[in-house]
């Protein structure tokens, strides 16, 4: 199982950004995927996640502001970022679990966000 994110970069307050999650080795159909963030002396935290029915969950802090999207033919999720604000800056991580799983057991590298002027 391979979870690889892209979309890495710094961008202005006020700016949008958007990270892909590429996964394979997954039954994609039967995968929930979470887009979760980790900021410098913080714990990592989930903010955004997608079923394979297209139902989303959005933590507060991003609600209205970020959006969760899949497309299963490419096995691909993605988070369109926008209004971005300075502490949005975190490293990004996409984790994958199965629909009967509570937790998360595949875990992407990271790709870093800075919001910054």
């Known amino acids: 199982v391979q979870l690889v994110e892209s979309g890495r970069g710094l961008v202005q307050p006020g700016g949008s950004l958007r990270l892909s999650c590429a996964t394979s080795?997954?039954?994609?159909?039967?995968?929930?995927v979470g887009w979760h963030r980790q900021a410098p002396g913080k714990q990592r935290g989930l903010i955004a996640a997608?079923?394979?029915?297209?139902?989303?969950y959005y933590t507060d802090s991003v609600r209205g502001r970020f959006t969760i999207s899949r497309d299963n033919a490419k096995n691909t999720v993605y988070l369109q970022m926008n209004s971005l604000k300075p502490e949005d800056t975190a490293i990004y991580y996409c984790?994958?679990?199965?629909?009967?799983?509570?937790?998360?057991?595949?875990w992407g590298q990271g790709t870093q966000v800075t919001v910054s002027s």
């Open positions: 984790a994958a679990r199965s629909v009967a799983h509570s937790t998360y057991d595949y």
């Open positions: 080795g997954l039954t994609f159909g039967r995968t929930v």
């Open positions: 997608i079923t394979s029915g297209g139902n989303t």
